[in-house]
């Protein structure tokens, strides 16, 4: 993979931009507050059709409100059918918009859980990092869309909510962020090229 820092750079900023712009949650922007508040760490596995499985452990110590939830959304089968709709190869592959847009989210939003925030937050953006995306204008306004790093995007630290990282299938990462054709400048896939989430389910 060669990335050619004289494009990357601009093209980062636009994908943060794009990452921020795009996840204003069009529904009630209802603050999550009727779920118990889980702790300790938690797996989850991502299916993506025709790539693999996904391992992921959640450490709800560092971000209880994020991965609680992630979890909740997982067990009510939000993501099942799901897209990763926005690919950057070198920085990240995103999904949990239910329309592939990039423009909605489930209907609740939750409590940022980074330094811009007021909140400490230990889990750096290194390769294989899950994290939140959110809206640029509001810290509390993340809903369902997640990214998944795919290089080390350390520069997102204090500012996105990391909330775990990759235990096993990272070449299925590779291979969504490397085969990916995005439409765009911020990454967009075409809806009918956009790799399916078959199922987000909890393992422990």
């Known amino acids: ?64 409100i994020t991965v609680t939830n992630f979890i909740y959304l997982a067990n009510k089968n939000f993501y099942d059918g799901i897209t990763f709709h926005r690919i950057i190869e070198g920085f990240m592959i995103q999904g949990g918009d239910p329309t592939g847009t990039g423009y909605n989210g489930s209907g609740t939003t939750i409590k940022g859980e980074f330094a811009a925030n007021g909140i400490e937050n230990s889990i750096s953006h290194t390769r294989g990092t899950i994290s939140m995306a959110r809206n640029s204008t509001d810290y509390d306004s993340a809903s369902s869309q997640f990214f998944i790093v795919h290089q080390d995007s350390t520069f997102l630290d204090g500012d996105y909510a990391a909330f775990g990282h990759v235990t096993k299938g990272m070449e299925v990462v590779d291979k969504i962020a490397e085969t990916a054709e995005p439409i765009d400048n911020n990454g967009l896939i075409a809806e009918d090229k956009q790799p399916v989430i078959e199922s987000v389910k909890v393992i422990d």
């Open 1 to 64: 993979m060669n990335i050619k820092i004289g494009w990357i750079i601009p093209i980062l900023i636009i994908i943060i931009i794009g990452i921020s712009l795009s996840l204003s949650n069009k529904d009630d922007n209802e603050k999550i507050d009727e779920v118990e508040i889980m702790d300790g760490k938690h797996n989850v596995v991502i299916n993506v059709k025709d790539y693999g499985e996904i391992y992921l452990e959640l450490d709800a110590d560092v971000a209880p």
